[in-house]
C-alpha cells in the first residue's frame, strides 16, 4: 500500500511537470497590451513605462532574443508589440513578458502564468534588460 501511494505522487509530480513544460500558450490571452502609465512592482509580476525614444522595441527585443530560455510567442518589431516567454531552468515555469511601444516610450508587463507571486524574478529579468539598454 505505502508503495502504491508513492508511485502515485510521483506519477502526479511528473504529470505536473509535464503540464507545465507542455500547456499550450494562446497569444489571445497573453499578447496583450500593457495597462500602465507608473512603473509598479506587483505580487505576479511587474509593470515598467520607460521613455526609450523611438528605437527602444527594436532594442530591447535584440536583448530579449538572446535572453536564456525566452522565445517569441507573438507579435514583432513592426508591429509594435512583442509577448516574450521565458521559462525557469529546471522546472520549466513560464512567465510572460508584453512589450509595447508607443511613441518614445515602452510599456512592459513581466508575469508569472502559474501560482501566485513570483519571488521578483519578473522583476529582476525585466530590470536587467532595461539595464542592457
Known sequence: MKRMLILGVVGLVIALGAYIRLAPSD???????PQAETNQ?????VLRVVETGPE??????????????TTVLAGSVGEGRITYITRTKIIG???YTTVQQGGDVLRIHGRLRFGRKDFGVNKARVDGWLSQM
Open 27 to 33: 497569444p489571445a490571452d497573453w499578447h496583450t497590451a
Open 56 to 69: 527602444g522595441l527594436a532594442r530591447l527585443d535584440a536583448i530579449a532574443r538572446n535572453a536564456p530560455r
Open 41 to 45: 512592482d506587483l505580487q505576479g509580476g
Open 93 to 95: 515555469f513560464p512567465d
